[in-house]
């Protein structure tokens, strides 16, 4: 007979076992181009930013952290952190089909939530992409404009230069995973719906696509020959963002007509390869916009919140 502590121990061992196991057998769900991606998108934007940004938003130690900081939200999704997992889950994503069910996009995170909640669902199964990413880019672009006082004030600069870093590289998270198409539909992972095609239901597409294929497959320069030039995006970042967001969205279903070719399998086709280059690439672009954007607006001087209080 076992002493009870010997049974206890081979218990413990084989709970741990069996939690390895199922750690290791479910793909990381969500996480939009995977480590490789999303470090791809945030270098790749840092690298090509216009030569009229400050020299510390892309110096060699710059371009370093921004693509570092391309996977950081996903290193928030922890049962070691439990609060942070749940509440910063749904910014990865929107599924527009019932965000837009519930009429025209709020502008303002917490005017949606009202609204989702009065309808009797959640938002964390809606998600809150939007305006996550435009919050972000307010941050960044707050820290440009104090970069911009100090700098006039002839202070030292280099404490918000590393704030203006970290949202950066944060931002670029969110911006990446907008360029996923699978990050805007209710078809996230397996078709849902009418199937007259017969795309795939099984819960697997997201992963293949976006993870183990990008690692195996995209190569920085193919990326990088298919971003666009330079340029700004209007200053109501809201809804060009949101615009951004709907132009990858009509690219659902020919992510799940590359699948039902086998395009994700190990090197797939050219046509699945190009595609999902281009996919990156319009990430990356619009993250490099976006700074870019942030800097220039930043120029603009800001109402004083506390006056007449
Ligand atoms: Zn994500």
Known sequence: ???????????????????????????????AWGNEGHRMINRLAATTLPADVPAFLHSE????????LGPEPDRWRSRAEPELSA????????????????????????????????????????GLQPWETTEVWERLKAALREYRNLQAAKQDTR??????????????HYVGDGSQPLHTTDKYNGWVGPNPNGYTTEHQIHWQFEGPFVA??????????????????????????VAYLRHTATYVEKVYQL?????????GS?????FTSERLAAGASMLRDMIYTAWLESAKPAPDPYAGK
């Open 61 to 68: 130690a710059a371009v370093n952290e921004i693509e570092y």
């Open 159 to 172: 404490a918000v230069e590393a704030a203006a870093l970290f949202y950066a590289g944060w931002l670029g």
């Open 216 to 241: 195996a497959n995209e190569h920085e320069s193919d990326v990088r020959a298919k971003m666009t030039p330079p340029q700004t995006n209007d200053s109501d970042m809201f809804s060009s963002y």
């Open 1 to 31: 007979m076992l002493r009870l502590s010997t049974f206890f121990r081979r218990v413990q061992i084989a709970l741990m076992v069996a939690g390895l196991v199922c750690l290791f057998a479910q793909p990381p769900a969500a996480r």
């Open 87 to 126: 509440a910063q889950a749904p910014e990865h994503f929107i599924d527009l089909e019932p965000a837009d069910a519930l009429g025209p996009l709020p502008r303002n995170r917490l005017d949606f939530e009202a609204k989702v909640f009065a309808a009797g669902q959640r938002p964390e199964k809606i």
């Open 270 to 274: 050219s046509e699945s390869r190009e």
């Open 259 to 267: 699948e039902k070719a086998g395009g994700f399998v190990a090197a």
